[in-house]
Nanobody, 121 residues
């Protein structure tokens, strides 16, 4: 069984910062892709930032220079440092991970339940 859980959301004023965490746990053999999406109110889900299969990173144009994605040494916990937050960053932020489990040679995509980020004065 694999779980992906986000934390760290909340209410912040424009220009402020937040750090989100995403922890993957369970019978994990390998995490191939891990990243962040967000879903603003009334809009579709969109990519925020992700680690690619090649080990690089990819950011949405709207967050470049403000958000930074990182992982811990185990590779199972990922962070999203969000600086200079804007009201348009308000959304539910979701973690996704493409994981190979200990019991299967196949890769499965897992999503967390999401954490709310609200940027408002």
């Amino acid at each position: 069984q694999v779980r992906v859980v986000e934390s760290g959301g909340g209410l912040v004023q424009p220009g402020g910062s937040l750090r989100l965490s995403c922890a993957a746990s369970g019978s994990i053999r390998r995490i191939n892709v891990m990243g962040w999406y967000r879903q603003p109110p009334g809009k579709q889900r969109e990519l925020v930032a992700t680690f690619t299969r090649g080990g690089g990173t990819n950011y949405a144009d709207s967050v470049k220079g403000r958000f930074t994605i990182s992982r811990d040494n185990s590779g199972n916990t990922m962070y999203l440092q969000m600086n200079s937050l804007k009201p348009e960053d308000t959304a539910v932020y979701l973690c996704h991970a493409a994981i190979q489990t200990s019991s299967s040679p196949f890769e499965y995509l897992y999503w967390g339940q999401g954490t709310q980020v609200t940027v408002s004065s």
